[in-house]
């Protein structure tokens, strides 16, 4: 009998997993890793990585089954029970990130297991990325990262599971390592001859977390104590200067941030570690006590709006975890509202709503793709992902904080996070706790019903495009305006801010929106102005409008042209000009698509467009003509080249780095070759091999961004 049950497992496996995987998110988990002992080496010549990595897990079922999920380009080669003999595995054909093993004999639930995993390979490809076209992973000559949702060792219950671990990175004694966990003294081995050493750097994460994500490079520590918080802030060595600077900025955010959400630790404040991150994907990522920060991010002054996102998910990521793939608007969507507070406390008013708008742009982009409370349908770190979740889901927490005002949401946070603090939480126990708070009406307001509010921005998709028809009466004690407000979401239910601008002060009243239709007046004193009614005069709301319509198509160019896929990037700046033909932005964008595509006549093209355009934002005029110059240098017209950088220097915008960009190809043509592109100014040029040029004469205006601010 023991033999027939051998035989039905792999096919039982099978059947049942090959059905989990057709849903892709969640999958069912038999087991739950709770500790890990993982000693990777990394292999920069190959760029590849061969790891051990020992698992203690824990039955939360009766099961003879483990099921984990490891990056599916790493070739598995044995999984043991510890001291025992190798154990029969297989790699789900649907959804091959799963691995699932054959235990000799079922598990009760609560009881512990250990396996041993050996295996090894490539984990920097994109295409078979977890999430594909975004690089989690990456090892090449010079540096390596690690992140957590690679799926670089065996996960379960991503991204729910808390668990320990002792980690052991061995890298080439060039580079250094920095990472989550408390760190001991690297260990140095010497190479044989000529040859390079080895460095072994020992990560103990004792408190249990999302814990795993490491990077590697000619790091250089600059230890900052700033208001009690110790910052250790991992830099190359030509920008260990900026070190400073994200220290005091990383110690403001932290201070604000305990005082919205409450201390991450009783004890006062743990140590967290920033480090420059190689250029990849993603412009940062977040892990316990960790930082990570591109290096095209890196600049001389620390952006405080992506690092008090990173730093918001040491609470909301860290100490609070979703309870399941489908609970991440409250540690994403939440981090990325954190962005916002955070730039309304240093920049006030104006530094919230230039948040809230990159927010809407973004909410835009893919909202209709799937509901927030089914955030497991789509893939992390994806553009739909941060569309519906990051981007629309911090939205949603502004509009919440509007309905039932400051005092009740920070309260809700507060409280929130300290019954939640080293726990997993649902959508659905924040919602209760949110609706316990809700205030009562105010006199001539319509009464806050959350329940609706989150049927219609948490369970449902759709964003509300506002179009008002109005009259204005003249009464005997001043004005009248009747008029509808139209929105096109049958379902609609939301008190919605209307402003009337008159010859005095302005009225301002709030009218329940319900279903597609809704009639109001207001009495004014004053004569309203013509055109003078406002809908959401503060801007507090997730609403559609052309303006927006254009920058969300944009954005998806933009995030198709990060990936390469310039035909599909210029498919979206067309659908942005085909709004507004005068938008330079697009048209900028376009130039650029093309400029990649080395399509230099058609970018040219779009470049003068872009500088005939409504120069909006202003860095589209310098950077066009950047451009323009470097396309006349490619085609062999030096002269002409010569002179659009000269026209760039004298408009003295230095966006990303615009007049050093400028002045290095005043001094030497452009080549298009990366390498000798890159060196700085005042390098001799290469010695030309041919000064012939293509006879076609490009007449550009306005270059592509390569540092895009």
């Known amino acids: 009998m023991l033999k027939i049950h051998r035989l039905l497992i792999p096919l039982t496996l099978s059947l049942l997993w090959a059905a989990a995987a057709t849903a892709q998110t969640p999958h069912r988990f038999p087991f739950r890793a709770d500790h890990y002992d993982v000693q990777v080496l990394l292999h920069p010549d190959d760029q590849t990585i061969s790891a051990l990595a020992r698992v203690d897990f824990i039955a939360n079922e009766v099961s003879r089954t483990v099921v984990v999920e490891l990056h599916q380009d790493l070739k598995v080669n044995s999984v043991k029970l510890i001291g025992g003999k190798p154990l029969e595995f297989e790699r789900d054909r649907t959804y091959p990130l799963l691995l699932t093993i054959g ?253 809230l708008e990159d927010f809407a742009v973004g909410a835009l982009m893919y909202e209709d793709t799937a509901p927030i409370s089914q955030a497991g349908r789509l893939q992390t770190f994806s553009n739909e992902y941060r569309s519906v979740v990051a981007d629309k889901g911090a939205l949603v927490f502004h509009m919440l904080r509007t309905e039932i005002g400051d005092d009740a949401f920070n309260a809700l946070l507060h409280d929130f996070y300290k019954k939640y603090e080293g726990k997993n939480a649902t959508v659905s126990e924040f919602e209760k706790m949110a609706i316990a708070r809700v205030p009562p009406p105010k006199k001539g307001e319509p009464p806050i019903n959350l329940v609706s509010f989150f049927s219609q921005w948490v369970n449902s998709t759709g964003i509300p495009e506002f179009k008002l028809e109005f009259i204005v009466y003249r009464t005997r004690k001043g004005f009248k305006v009747v008029g509808k407000i139209h929105q096109d979401l049958d379902t609609f239910r939301m008190p919605v801010e209307l402003r009337v601008d008159t010859e005095g002060n302005p009225e301002y009243k709030k009218i329940l929106v319900t279903g597609t239709t809704q009639q109001f007046e207001i009495d004014t004193f004053g004569r309203p102005k013509p055109n003078g009614i406002v809908i959401d005069p503060n801007n507090n709301m997730l609403k559609s409008s052309a303006r927006l319509r254009i920058r969300a198509f944009v954005a998806r160019g933009e995030g198709f042209a990060e990936n390469g896929q310039y035909y599909e990037a210029i498919q979206q700046y067309q659908h942005a000009l085909d709004l507004q033909s005068s938008n330079s932005l697009a048209h900028f964008r376009m130039g650029e698509a093309m400029f990649n595509q080395k399509n230099y006549q058609s970018a040219a093209n779009a470049f003068r467009a872009a500088l005939g355009g409504d120069l909006d934002p202003k860095w589209v005029d310098v950077w066009s003509h950047i451009y323009i110059g470097k396309i006349y240098d490619i085609l062999g017209q030096r002269e002409r080249a010569v002179n659009e950088y000269s026209l760039a220097q004298h408009l003295g915008d230095d966006t990303a780095g615009a007049q050093e960009e400028a002045g290095k190809f005043l001094q030497r043509p452009y080549t298009g070759d990366a390498a000798l592109d890159a060196a700085p100014a005042g390098t001799p040029p290469p010695t030309p091999t041919t000064t012939a040029g293509p006879t076609t004469d490009v007449d550009p205006n306005k270059p592509v961004l390569k540092k895009r601010p």
């Open 103 to 355: 235990l000799p004999d079922a598990v009760a639930p609560g009881k512990p297991m250990s396996l041993e995993f050996d295996y090894t390979g490539p984990i920097s490809s994109e295409d078979d990325s977890p999430t594909k076209g975004v690089r989690f992973a990456s090892v090449d000559k010079n540096s390596a990262y690690l992140l957590l949702p690679a799926r670089w060792f065996p996960l379960t219950n991503y991204p729910a599971n808390r668990y320990t671990g002792t980690f052991k990175i061995i890298t080439p004694d060039t580079m250094y390592v920095a990472g989550t966990g408390k760190a001991d003294p690297p260990t140095m081995q010497p190479g044989i001859g000529k040859g390079p050493g080895q460095a072994s750097y020992v990560f103990h994460c004792d408190r249990p977390g999302p814990v795993g994500t490491f990077v590697a490079g000619p790091l250089q520590l600059n230890p900052i104590q700033v208001e009690g918080l110790t910052v250790s802030v991992f830099t190359p060595p030509v920008q260990a200067t900026t070190a400073t600077a994200y220290g005091n900025s990383l110690a403001h955010i932290a201070l604000y941030f305990t005082d919205a959400f409450g201390p991450i630790q009783e004890s006062g404040p743990p140590p967290i570690t920033i480090a420059q991150m190689p250029d990849g994907t993603l412009p940062g990522y977040a892990a316990p006590g960790l930082l990570l920060i591109s290096a095209r991010q890196w600049t001389t002054k620390a952006n405080d709006r992506l690092l008090s996102q990173l730093a918001a998910k040491q609470w909301w990521g860290d100490r609070v975890l979703p309870a399941t793939s489908s609970d991440t608007w409250l540690t994403d969507g939440l981090s990325r509202y954190a962005e916002a507070m955070y730039a309304e406390q240093s920049d006030g008013s104006a530094g919230l709503h230039r948040a």
